[in-house]
């Protein structure tokens, strides 16, 4: 426990009501008990707070000091869902059963986690935070995270029974199903244009436009594996796009960046010469800055490659320009199964102005994922699919054409056929003279 | 309830509008700048003239009803009633009037809530279920961010560090816990054990052959009954059977080790954005506490600080300072285990007579 006692223990983090409601007594949590100490907020005490209240989490504890003492995890996979829907819900069933196979720990013999979409850019007014911490706690354990590592509001622990409940009511007042399984996952977007002057698009517009044009390929997992979206107003790429999502939406401008003159002179001012040069120039990754002898900043814009650095320190006097939009990376993913892949660029930039402009977005989505389920191998991730035939490949099923932006160096191995050369290269030049 | 099943509706993502705080409503699109007038506190300006500062709340990511409605409580009373949460599970609440600030922070502090996670600062560990709810980890999660942001609370409530610090846990080697600049990742070190009685049963043996990442798994007949048998020469110890064929057990109490891997980045500022690379594995997986993950955490954060430079990340640094001296500095012990052999393995390789002394 915190050595100092709280002002108001009744409002604290460390609080444990007197009164026990829950009828099954404590198991014993030696190990556990050692995770209520220190200044973090204890998520054991919160279970605990929990287990007064009912027996699933009496006994939920009950099998996490199991795991905890013999290093080991016990829940195993089942198939549970809600009328309607195939995905959604992560079914967890106790392994841990006495010689008669009957659970030892019965009241959280089934531990199913919902998995809900959140508001785009993870908005909530505290009426709402209560009224589904409230459904929770009438339908399930009580026990909310926020958020899983995909996106989603995590409801952790009910059983199969009550799972369609819970369901019903938060669907009722606004709230969807995530996704599990080979399917579109939940999608997620930073706080962009609601409040950061760095945004340079509608997140939350994209996030939502993309993820909800996928309902059914969300609800209903009949998809190679999983696909995710997700929507980063600017390079900074809060939302780790590039290498956790498979279609990764990333703001940026194409004109030059603002400088305010007067507000750089301020910033020398106060921070001196020296830091300017050595914090904001002499980082900028393709030497595109220079500071001049009046104590303002020349900007070779030509040779910016948007990666936010200087408008990140200078917060007040630089900024993204003005003609905004998106630049697009496909194939982002974690080590399974051939090893780690960023997204790579198949879209330098997208302007996303007009309705025309997010249904072209909408459409690209479209024919990637119908290009990919069409042609993946099982449990294979779009970037996978590239990596296995080849961008060029990949794009042509896509319809799109190649972009110099969509590479880092050009070819090094010469074992390649260049039949139709003289084509290709009157290609590059029709697109070059179309604009 | 009645006897038709309910219908769902698919209404998807919800619109965040309904629930966002008016102010960013109101200059949505047009925000001006922003600064960090304290440790913990964002100030941002909208080109209106209006401007709102926003107190950053560690949590513990898993909230029960008394969690909720104590900070709610807090937030109803001493902001705007209005919250929206980081990707690392921070509470972020705004208020229109500066003179709130202060007294936000001091309700979150008396009720034992850590304010900061903001600049050059160790924000919350992002992180995966673990043996509360998952089906295949070889360690927890909640315990291990509990037992470090205890370790590290300090350098979340300060912005000491050179640039900002991610750092990530992962159960398995699939790594949901995702790129950190530290990330502390589960480790097999034993082929799976195989429950040949069950296999048959449980698992779709073609998909399992095909999940492995080396072809170690091939179909056989072990005592008469339909199963899978590993060459153990060849096999990674990933654990990637493991999910679709729980019988092939990976986990283990002794041999799951983790791993520390650093230097990942996702954001494009300055570099490009990087994976996180090994560092250090065999590390004892010791409930409760993780102390020797803790220490071996804090001599890399403690050298990354006296050493890097201000903007540099852990990635960015060690390109800079070069590997030999990162194993040096940390004293770390480096391995023929740090020498990348995975497929286009050698561009990760000196090509060079690039050499520090």
Redesign the interface.
């Known amino acids: 426990m ?1 050595e100092q006692t ?3 223990p009744e ?5 444990l009501p007197k009164e026990k409601h829950s009828t099954k007594p404590f198991h014993k949590t030696p ?2 008990d ?2 209520e ?8 005490i ?2 605990k ?2 287990a007064m209240e009912n027996d699933m989490m009496v006994d ?1 504890l009950g099998q ?1 000091e199991h ?2 003492e ?8 089942g198939t549970v869902s ?4 195939g995905g959604g819900i ?1 079914p ?1 069933f106790t392994e841990l059963a006495d010689e008669d196979g009957k659970p030892l720990f019965p009241e959280s013999k089934e ?1 199913h ?1 919902v998995r809900v ?14 009224q589904l ?2 459904s ?2 009438k339908y399930g354990s ?8 995909t ?1 989603n509001i ?1 409801f ?2 009910t059983t199969t029974e009550k799972t369609q ?1 819970f ?2 009511e938060i ?2 007042y ?4 995530g996704g599990a399984g080979p399917c579109v996952r939940t ?2 977007s ?2 962009g ?5 760095q ?1 340079c698009a ?1 997140e ?1 517009k994209i ?2 436009l993309l ?2 044009n996928f ?2 390929d ?2 209903r997992p009949a998809l190679p594996y999983k696909f995710k979206f997700k929507v980063s107003g600017c ?10 999502s498979d279609f990764a939406v990333i703001g940026t401008w194409r004109d030059d960046m603002n400088v305010d003159q007067e507000e750089v002179k301020k910033f020398v001012a106060d921070k001196g010469r020296d830091y300017v040069v ?2 904001v120039v002499n ?3 393709t030497n595109a800055l220079s500071l001049n002898d009046d104590d303002t900043l020349n900007v070779d814009n030509r040779n910016c ?5 200087c408008i ?2 200078m ?2 006097a630089l ?1 993204p320009g003005n003609d905004k939009g998106v630049t697009i990376l496909l194939g982002g993913k ?7 892949l ?1 997204g790579t660029v198949i879209v330098p930039f997208m302007k996303l102005e007009t309705e025309e402009d997010y249904e072209r977005i909408v459409e690209l989505a479209e024919e990637i994922i119908d290009f990919w389920a069409e042609n993946a ?3 294979e991730r779009v970037g996978e699919t590239i990596d296995r035939i080849g961008l060029v490949n990949f794009l042509e099923g896509i319809d799109l054409e190649v972009d110099p932006h969509m590479i880092s160096e050009s070819r090094q191995s010469s074992y390649i056929r260049m039949d139709k050369w003289d084509e290709e290269a009157e290609k590059w030049k029709e697109r070059q003279a179309a604009g | 309830m009645s006897d038709q099943p309910r219908f769902p509706i698919e209404s998807g993502v919800p619109d965040p509008f309904q629930y966002m705080h008016p102010t960013y409503i109101k200059n949505f699109g047009n925000w001006k700048y922003h600064e960090r007038p304290r440790p913990g506190v964002l100030h941002h300006v909208a080109k209106s003239g209006d401007e709102v500062w926003t107190v950053r709340v560690g949590t513990q990511r898993q909230l029960g009803p008394y969690e909720i409605n104590l900070l709610c409580d807090i937030i109803d009373k001493y902001a705007d009633g209005y919250v929206r949460f980081t990707i690392r599970s921070n509470m972020e609440v705004t208020v229109t009037d500066e003179a709130k600030v202060e007294p936000l922070i001091q309700a979150f502090e008396d009720a034992g809530y850590p304010v900061g996670g903001t600049g050059p600062s160790v924000t919350m560990i992002s992180h995966t279920q673990g043996w509360l709810h998952c089906d295949i980890p070889g360690t927890d999660a909640s315990g291990v961010v509990k037992a470090l942001m205890d370790e590290l609370h300090d350098e979340f409530t300060t912005e000491q560090m050179p640039n900002r610090v991610h750092i990530t846990t992962s159960c398995c080697q699939i790594n949901c816990g995702g790129q950190g600049d530290i990330a502390i990742n589960v480790q097999h070190t034993k082929p799976p054990k195989i429950n040949h009685d069950l296999v048959a049963n449980v698992c779709e043996r073609p998909s399992v052959v095909a999940r492995c990442p080396v072809a170690a798994i091939r179909p056989a007949m072990v005592n008469g009954k339909p199963s899978l048998e590993v060459d153990e020469k060849k096999c990674i110890c990933c654990g990637a059977c493991f999910p679709p064929c729980p019988p092939m057990q990976i986990n283990d109490p002794d041999h799951s080790k983790l791993a520390i891997w650093i230097g990942g980045k996702h954001s494009n500022a300055r570099s490009k954005p990087m994976f996180h690379k090994l560092v250090a594995a065999g590390v004892p997986n010791n409930p409760p506490r993780w102390p020797e993950v803790s220490e071996m955490v804090k001599k890399i954060l403690s050298v990354y600080k006296d050493d890097a430079k201000d903007w540099e990340r852990i990635g960015d640094w060690v390109e800079r300072i070069g590997w030999p001296r990162f194993f040096e500095l940390t004293e770390l012990p480096f391995t023929k285990f740090h020498v990348e052999n995975w497929r286009g393995g050698r561009h990760a390789l000196n090509a060079s007579a690039h050499i520090r002394f």
């Open positions: 915190a709280p002002k108001n409002k604290h983090s460390t609080y190990m556990l050692q995770l100490d220190g200044p973090w907020p204890s998520f054991v919160g279970l707070r929990l939920l996490l795991s905890y013999t290093r080991l995890g016990y829940w195993k996979g809600v009328f309607g829907y992560i967890r531990f986690t979409q959140p508001p785009a850019g993870n908005h909530y007014s505290t009426d709402m935070l209560r911490s409230n929770w706690d009580g026990l909310i995270a926020f958020h899983g590592q996106g995590m952790i622990g409940d369901f019903d669907n009722g606004g709230w969807d199903l999608g997620m930073c706080v244009a609601a409040r950061c002057e945004s509608n939350q996030h939502r993820v909800n309902l059914d969300m609800h390079p900074n790429d809060c939302m780790n796009s590039i290498q956790r050595e914090n980082l900028c990754p490659v948007r990666c936010m650095h990140n320190v917060t007040k900024s974690r080590t399974l199964k051939i090893g780690d960023m191998l099982e449990h």
